[in-house]
């Protein structure tokens, strides 16, 4: 039970180029998340998917895209990066309301734009 | 709107001191409060959450609806709680969670 993978771990991209975040979670959990985290700003939500099919806006969405493959898969794509998106992605499988399960993040993947 | 606000970026305690890290929160309904912890090097993990009200490693949080706030206590800091600390809420529905910016903590030996 690995809970949830994202690949890569490392980026750095030329402002323009595009690339696609991997994540995949092995809970059978409905839901998944994409977060970045920036100095000062705190984690802030940018997709996320409620289920297989489904994905919704977050707080901070401009400048990306999500697919929910499956439901182990949430990928997430720039597909014109900028500097603005040096950030660490996290994703995350959450918590149920009710429910005992608890919630897990992947390890990150920290994106550089140059 | 700031549904989560820790208004210490940075808070410093010497070993076995008291410690509290302060989270203040605003929404409408009946939210559930966690705290986050992120170890150097490490992936962000679950410390605790308000409905199970639980104390993992020594840390408490209790949520004081009046006052909208659910901080993270600990009577007796260990340099091992040097970390970096998030509160976070979650809509009821559980589809929605905001996070604060986040806490860090040195714990002086």
């Known amino acids: 039970n690995a809970g949830v993978t994202q690949t890569p771990k490392f980026q750095v991209l030329k402002t323009g180029q595009s690339m696609t975040l991997q994540c995949a979670q092995d809970m059978n959990h409905n839901s998944m998340y994409w977060y970045r985290q920036d100095p000062g700003m705190g984690l802030r939500l940018i997709y996320y998917?409620?289920?297989?099919?489904?994905?919704d806006k977050g707080e901070v969405p401009n400048g990306y895209n999500v697919s929910r493959l499956n439901k182990r898969e949430f990928s997430l794509r720039l597909e014109s990066a900028a500097p603005s998106q040096t950030s660490v992605y996290f994703c995350?499988?959450?918590?149920?309301?009710?429910?005992?399960?608890?919630?897990?993040f992947g390890p990150g993947t920290r994106l550089t734009v140059l | 709107a700031q549904r989560v606000t820790q208004p210490e970026k940075l808070l410093s305690v010497f070993k076995g001191a008291p410690v509290e890290l302060k989270c203040n929160y605003s929404y409408s309904g009946s939210p559930e409060l966690f705290w986050y912890v992120q170890y150097s090097r490490q992936r962000l993990q679950l410390l605790l959450r308000h409905i199970s009200r639980e104390s993992i490693k020594g840390f408490t949080a209790d949520l004081n609806k009046g006052e909208t706030s659910f901080h993270l206590k600990k009577p007796f800091a260990q340099e091992e709680d040097s970390a970096m600390y998030y509160c976070?809420?979650?809509?009821?529905?559980?589809?929605?969670?905001?996070f604060g910016t986040g806490t860090s903590l040195t714990v002086i030996p």
């Open positions: 976070a809420l979650s809509s009821p529905t559980g589809n929605q969670f905001y």
């Open positions: 998917s409620a289920s297989e099919g489904t994905t």
């Open positions: 995350a499988s959450p918590l149920w309301r009710g429910c005992t399960d608890t919630q897990y």
